[in-house]
C-alpha cells in the first residue's frame, strides 16, 4: 500500500476489485516511457503534500458533482487524471493522454461513470509503491 507519513493512500477504481482502468493506462504509460511514469509517481506524491497542506487543487465542477485533476506533463504528452478525495484517500478515476486544448467530453464522461459506479459498488485498488 502506498501511505506516506501523511497517512494518505492513492487507490484506483476498481470495476470487479481485481482489475483497474487506471492501472492499466498506468502499465502502458510505464511500457512506452519510464520518465513519464516516474513523473507520474513524482506528482502524485506531491499531491499528497499538496492536500495535506490544504494548497489549492485545480476542480472540475460538472453539475453537483466535483472533481479534483492533475496533470502530469514531459517534452511529448500531457497525462490527466481525475479523482476525489475521501477518507485520507486519494481516489483517481480515470486517466488519459489529453489531445487538444480542452478537454474532450467523453473523458469527463468516463470519469463520470466510473465515479458512478464506484459510489454504488465502492470497490478500488491501492496502489503499491516500489
Not at 481516489?91 to 454504488?120: A, D
Request: net charge positive; hydrophobic share 40%.
Amino acid at each position: 500500500m502506498w501511505e506516506d507519513v501523511l497517512g494518505f493512500k492513492v487507490l484506483f477504481f476498481s470495476q470487479d476489485g481485481k482489475t483497474s482502468p487506471v492501472l492499466d493506462y498506468l502499465l502502458k504509460m510505464t511500457i512506452s516511457s519510464k520518465e513519464m511514469s516516474l513523473k507520474i509517481h513524482t506528482s502524485l506524491e506531491k499531491l499528497q503534500v499538496k492536500i495535506y497542506e490544504g494548497q489549492d487543487i485545480k476542480h472540475i465542477k460538472i453539475g453537483k458533482v466535483g472533481f479534483y485533476e492533475f496533470k502530469v506533463q514531459n517534452s511529448t504528452n500531457i497525462v490527466r487524471f481525475f479523482f476525489i478525495i475521501e477518507n485520507k484517500s486519494i481516489v483517481i478515476f480515470h486517466g488519459f493522454t489529453k489531445k487538444s486544448q480542452k478537454i474532450e467530453n467523453k473523458e469527463i464522461r468516463k470519469g463520470l461513470l466510473n465515479l458512478q459506479e464506484y459510489k454504488i459498488n465502492n470497490l478500488s485498488i491501492e496502489y503499491f509503491k516500489k
